[in-house]
């Protein structure tokens, strides 16, 4: 009996050893050489990846998997923590690269990025066997060849990489700047840095490298720009001074300089420059001629208010005084506002306009911008209507994010917007790139059919520069039985449609943009409701937010006659009423182009007295 408990006692030992044996840890330790590839990588464990830059090449190329979660990157030069940021590095498959340009950390030493690999949950693999150690790599050059289908031929899109809001948007000497939140390692949304692009005409792009990366005050979030013509920073005559919210800890605003033209920045040593115990972000300054002294506007985004600074010289900023409490639309919270004097048609009167971008609350669902009209002093913004009403700036669901541009040549106002919404902006059906811009918009004021003043938007004129040759349908009668005409073969999902008709006696005219797979975008004006409105729900791909399928709708001018203008690039429909009276933007993702466009009334008849498509050429 004794014998038997020991042999058991002993069997069970034995059991016990050989399942620690079989559950001992792999050693995952090692050091790999791969001189093809520029670089050694120490692997410490299941979690850790050292890769030590031993090779040529001005970029690391970093593979990336969407699924994946972040890996998180520290760039050590010589021992020295220079940089850090967060990738979706490949485990198991590898969807895109994106490049790490070592040239600025190459100057000071030896580079090591130092990746902490999570390697716990689905689809994650330990870093020695992980895809991105397969495949990471040296390079100098960065493949931008474009691979979408959905990219857009002349909205402005990031080569590769995620954008949200246009920052720093100012004029000079000749370029219009552009820069933007841009997560350049990956298609969602992380390490906000600015993004920069210039262009002579606000619609073909360059985009030059990033001039501003997160620094130890945090990420770099939305703000705005100004060229300082008469050194009132003393950082030089025509430097472009930049505003933005540093978001670390807290959210504080910082300045940063350039004596290049945009081309490269400075952080001011004596930053932040404004500081507040809430939630404040989005700084959007101007010079006021009236005032002689320069407006900063902040967005309060969880108090729904905007709140005024003056200053003398960009870096001290005494605070006037906030608006907003109980106005316009009261959901979600208020960012990226914008502050400006705006002509009324045909009139010298001005207005100020405060554009205030919302998210969620827009009245479609989401991300949207309202703006209120008013008077601005300097000191206070006193709105002309009453608090319980809201105005919208575009009636689409991709429309966020809205701000002007500074120093724009002869006094025009032009304004660009987020081509997106928060409810699917990093779900949409793209992978190298995502998220595009508007065209640029001309802003000014008109007063509507009841005699209120509303805002106008109209495409910039330069747009039209990219017209190909006109191919006019001519005139033609429409009832309930539908006239289809087919847009020109060359289209590829591009082009630029103005259609003008009077509705006769029919109530409801639809204007459908449809292909052979029986995707199509239905647009309806309801005359005697006065209202625009576009279905989205069959346009093609919807199926990746239950967010995105829907209908909008917006006020259309009073009367039979109406003139509508559709700007199609690829994935986005922007239309505008012929006179700019309203604008409504939605992205769309046909499998196919859209390739007809059809006119039907329910009931009635009217006529099309002008059907022009123009195809549009590519950037020049
Ligand atoms: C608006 C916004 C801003 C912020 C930025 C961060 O889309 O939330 O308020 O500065 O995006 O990327």
Not at 261 to 274: E, F, M, Q, S, W
Not at 358 to 364: H, L
Not at 395 to 405: F, Q
Not at 530 to 535: C, G, N, Q, V
């Amino acid at each position: 009996m004794k014998k038997t408990i020991v042999c058991g006692i002993f069997a069970l030992m034995t059991a016990a050893m050989a399942s620690t044996a079989l559950a001992q840890p792999v050693n995952y330790n090692s050091t790999v050489a791969m001189p093809e590839r520029g670089l050694t990588i120490h692997f410490l464990g299941a979690d850790n990846g050292m890769v030590r830059i031993t090779g040529d090449g001005k970029y690391v190329l970093l593979p990336v998997e969407e699924s994946a979660p972040d890996a998180y990157i520290r760039v050590d030069v010589n021992s020295k923590l220079e940089h850090e940021f967060n990738c979706r590095l490949a485990q198991t498959k590898v969807d895109y690269y994106v490049p790490f340009d070592l040239t600025p950390y190459r100057k000071l030493g030896k580079v090591l990025l130092d990746m902490r690999h999570p390697h716990e949950g689905r689809n994650s693999r330990p870093a020695r066997e992980a895809m991105w150690a397969k495949h990471i790599k040296l390079s100098n050059t960065f493949d931008t060849k474009n691979t979408e289908k959905f990219r857009p031929l002349l909205h402005f899109t990031p080569i590769y990489g995620w954008m949200n809001d246009p920052n720093g948007m100012v004029y000079k000497d000749g370029e219009y700047h552009l820069s933007f939140q841009y997560g350049p390692y990956g298609s969602t949304w992380n390490n906000m840095t600015w993004g920069h692009a210039v262009s002579r005409d606000m619609i073909t792009w360059e985009q030059l490298d990033h001039i501003i990366i997160p620094n130890g005050l945090g990420a770099i979030f939305s703000g705005s720009s100004v060229v300082d013509k008469n050194n009132t920073a003393g950082f030089g005559r025509d430097a472009i001074i930049a505003i933005f919210t540093s978001a670390g800890h807290k959210q504080i605003q910082s300045l940063a300089y350039s004596n290049d033209n945009g081309r490269t920045y400075k952080i001011y040593d004596g930053n932040p420059i404004i500081s507040s115990d809430k939630e404040c972000r989005d700084p959007n300054m101007f010079w006021n001629e009236k005032t002689g002294r320069w407006n900063l506007v902040l967005a309060s985004p969880l108090e729904h208010e905007d709140i005024f600074y003056s200053s003398t010289n960009l870096k001290d900023w005494t605070f006037e005084s906030s608006f907003g409490k109980g106005y316009g639309c009261q959901e979600g919270i208020w960012e990226c506002p914008d502050l400006m004097q705006l002509p009324v048609r045909g009139t010298n009167e001005k207005k100020w306009v405060l554009v205030c971008n919302i998210n969620p609350g827009f009245i479609y669902g989401g991300s949207g911008t309202q703006y209120f009209i008013g008077e601005f002093d300097g000191h206070k913004f006193t709105c002309d209507d009453a608090p319980g009403v809201t105005k919208w700036m575009d009636w689409g669901k991709d429309h966020y994010a809205t701000v002007s541009w500074a120093n724009a040549p002869q006094d025009r106002h032009l304004a660009i917007a987020w081509m997106s919404n928060w409810q699917y902006a990093d779900r949409v059906p793209t992978m190298q790139f995502r998220s595009a811009n508007s065209i640029p918009r001309e802003l000014d004021l008109f007063r509507d059919d009841d005699g209120k003043l509303q805002m106008g938007v109209n495409p910039v004129k330069e747009f039209d520069s990219y017209r190909g040759t006109a191919i006019k349908y001519g005139s033609f009668a429409f009832n309930n039985k539908a006239v289809s005409k087919a847009l020109p073969k060359e289209n590829d999902g591009v082009c630029d449609i103005v259609l003008d008709l009077n509705a006769g006696s029919a109530t409801q005219v639809d204007i459908t943009l449809s292909n052979s797979l029986g995707e199509k975008v239905v647009m309806t004006y309801d005359i005697e409701a006065r209202k625009f409105s576009m279905d989205r729900r069959k346009s093609g791909i919807t199926d990746f937010s239950a967010e995105f399928p829907g209908v909008t709708a917006a006020p259309a001018p009073k009367g039979k006659q109406q003139s509508l203008r559709l700007i199609i690039d690829r994935s986005s429909i922007e239309a505008f009423d012929g006179q700019g009276r309203f604008a409504m933007t939605n992205l769309v993702f046909p499998n196919e182009p859209y390739n007809t466009i059809t006119v039907a009334a329910s009931k009635g008849k009217g006529k099309v007295t002008n059907l022009t498509v123009y195809p549009l050429k590519p950037g020049h």
